[in-house]
Every structure is written in structure tokens, then in C-alpha cells.
């Protein structure tokens, strides 16, 4: 069986039992703090699939990688221990990805990322996922990252597309123009 449907497949079952429980948007935030725990840290990984590392180990780990240390959903903590128990602990980091997925999905949310140099107003950053917003009708995950390195400008993403106004991508485009 490919290995991208069973991740899959428990996201699904795990959106449906967070919703059932009231819990889904919680587990939302708690799969996406996983799903970067396991970015940010990849012996995170190594140990899920460690099979000297006890169940009720990989279980603490997981937890603590969704929760920061405050008290997780019902939902969360009882479908690990299936996915757990069921020997699927190595696919954890895709179940959390897939999960994240369709949850935005079902919500109509997509991710926006605005890249600049210097930090901006919060009036501006509104602003601008309200146009977002209004333009792909559909509510907008919206981070600023602040990146002296574009020099200048900005770098907009969401969904599919993707708007790069930097003065670093303006120069490289010069310089290519002139060397040729």
C-alpha cells in the first residue's frame, strides 16, 4: 500500500473524531505544532522509529511535540495512543502534514506568507490579508517572516501563486540581463 494513503487515511479518521468531539480546531493547532516539531527537529523522526524507544515514550514525545507541555485534546491523546499501538508511530509526522491539509480544506483556509526586510505595521499586514482574502475567497493562515536578505521590497505567497517584488530578485534579473 502506498505510504502516502495510510497517513491519509488516519488524518481523515482523526478529523472526523475531533469533529465529533468538538475538539478540531484544537487539534488543528496541535498537529500543526507537531507537524514543525518534526521539521524543526529531525531526531524527532529517528525516534519514532526507533524500535528500542517504548510506546509509552514515543507517546510522551508526540504530546509534548503537539502540546508544549500544556494538557492535550482527548482527541489528540487518544488517537496517538492508536496509531501507536497499531505499530503506525514512524508515520506520525505525515498523519499531522495530511491533517493540517484537510482540515484547511474543509475550512477554506489557505496558507499566506509575506516576506520582508524590515517589520510592518499590523494595520498593514490586515490590510493585506484582507485583500488575500477578498481575492481568493477563502480565509488566509497569514505569517510575516522578516528577511533583511531580499533587501528591499516584499515577497507575498498564498495558495498557488506566488509575488516576489524584492530588490535582491530585481538585481539578479539586471545582472542576468546584462551578462548576456
Not at 509509552?56 to 492535550?72: N, S
Not at 489557505?110 to 481568493?136: F, H, M, R, T, Y
Amino acid at each position: 500500500m502506498d505510504s502516502g494513503i495510510i497517513p491519509m487515511r488516519y488524518a481523515k479518521a482523526l478529523l472526523r473524531f475531533a469533529t465529533e468531539n468538538g475538539e478540531e480546531e484544537r487539534v488543528y493547532a496541535e498537529t500543526s505544532a507537531m507537524a514543525q516539531a518534526f521539521l524543526r527537529l529531525p531526531a524527532l523522526q529517528q525516534a519514532m522509529l526507533n524500535p528500542v524507544l517504548s510506546d509509552e515514550r514515543k507517546l510522551q514525545l508526540l504530546l509534548a511535540a503537539a502540546t508544549d507541555g500544556t494538557k492535550p485534546t482527548q482527541s489528540l491523546e487518544r488517537f496517538l495512543q492508536l496509531v501507536i499501538r497499531q505499530q503506525r508511530a514512524a508515520t506520525a509526522m505525515w498523519i499531522a502534514q495530511s491533517f493540517g491539509t484537510l482540515y484547511r480544506k474543509a475550512r477554506h483556509i489557505i496558507n499566506g506568507k509575506l516576506v520582508v526586510p524590515v517589520a510592518v505595521s499590523d494595520k498593514l499586514i490586515a490590510k493585506l490579508q484582507q485583500v488575500i482574502e477578498a481575492k481568493s475567497n477563502c480565509q488566509v493562515d497569514f505569517q510575516v517572516e522578516v528577511d533583511p536578505a531580499i533587501e528591499g521590497g516584499f515577497v507575498l505567497s498564498y495558495d498557488t501563486y506566488r509575488l516576489d517584488a524584492s530588490v535582491r530578485t530585481e538585481l539578479a534579473r539586471v545582472k542576468r540581463e546584462l551578462s548576456l
